[in-house]
């Protein structure tokens, strides 16, 4: 299978961006029941009086529906009306998983270009995210920064500090610096300062810079957990992308774990001596 180093020079030969595969790290839902309930008096036979029924719920207003249109560029506008023209958005995939890196992406889609479809990298399908993916490192006022942080960093400072490291890189490794900086979550990585950058819970879904950050990190690490399928196909990489369904946990208690799984996340930690290998995108 071609690797994902591969597929990606051969994406971006022409354009002034292009992905690195290798980490920098050495450097530094169910849907729930409602139940509604009301009380009333009822006479002995358990009849509703009729002045104890409930009324029906009045109609709303016209208007006042509340609808999720996906992110927008609202806080990207405001902040180029003050004269910040680039503002990056950043966010990663792969906090969760007990196999595989982390992976973090900054985005940079200054005023006037359209992406179409872009949303949280969640909500979209797999061909979605694919085709958002190729739009976004394919025209060349959009640019990009990813970079990848292994199972052995994660282990050493934990999984938080490896995300926020993969942040600063991210942003570092674009083109030059941003005015400004839009993450996804309630906090900033530590090289960012609240004059430069902002925090936003569930920015993913709100600004359009950090969808197309989510849509970049998710896209580069399925393409890595598919590679890494190949390398080690009993444990199911391609299905659950690392992430600890009964298949992959049935398969780490056949086989043991492999060595790109996360030594201090359950059930690996404290069950398996320390791995002797380092990550496969160590420099």
Avoid at 7 to 31: C, E, G, M, N, Y
Avoid at 153 to 177: F, P, R, W, Y
Avoid at 255 to 267: D, S
Wanted: glycine share 8%; hydrophobic share 35%; net charge positive.
């Amino acid at each position: 299978m071609e690797s994902v180093a591969n597929r990606t020079r051969s994406s971006v030969a022409k354009r002034p961006f292009q992905l690195p595969v290798k980490s920098q790290a050495k450097d530094i839902s169910h849907d729930s029941k409602r139940k509604r309930s009301c009380s009333s008096r009822t006479s002995e036979g358990g009849v509703q009086h009729k002045q104890d029924r409930v009324s029906p719920p009045k109609a709303k207003k016209k208007g006042t529906t509340k609808t999720n249109s996906g992110p927008t560029f609202e806080k990207e506008r405001k902040l180029w009306q003050a004269g910040k023209p680039r503002v990056a958005g950043v966010d990663e995939a792969g906090r969760g998983p007990l196999a595989g890196p982390v992976v973090a992406a900054a985005c940079i889609i200054p005023d006037g270009v359209h992406i179409n479809g872009i949303d949280d990298s969640k909500k979209l399908t797999h061909s979605q995210r694919e085709e958002i993916y190729e739009e976004l490192i394919s025209n060349p006022r959009v640019e990009c920064g990813v970079r990848i942080i292994g199972p052995r960093k994660i282990d050493d400072v934990n999984i938080l500090q490896a995300t926020m490291l993969g942040m600063e890189q991210a942003v570092e490794a674009l083109e030059s610096a941003p005015d400004f900086v839009l993450v996804d979550g309630p906090r900033l990585p530590a090289k960012f300062s609240k004059e430069s950058a902002e925090a936003i819970v569930k920015g993913d879904a709100k600004c359009v810079s950090i969808a197309a950050a989510s849509v970049l990190a998710k896209v580069t690490r399925d393409r890595i957990m598919l590679d890494m399928h190949e390398k080690w196909p009993q444990y199911g990489f391609a299905d659950h992308k690392g992430y600890g369904t009964a298949t992959h946990m049935a398969a780490v208690k056949r086989c043991g774990p492999c060595e790109i799984h996360r030594w201090t996340f359950a059930p690996i930690k404290g069950n398996y001596p320390p791995p002797t290998t380092r990550d496969p995108w160590e420099e």
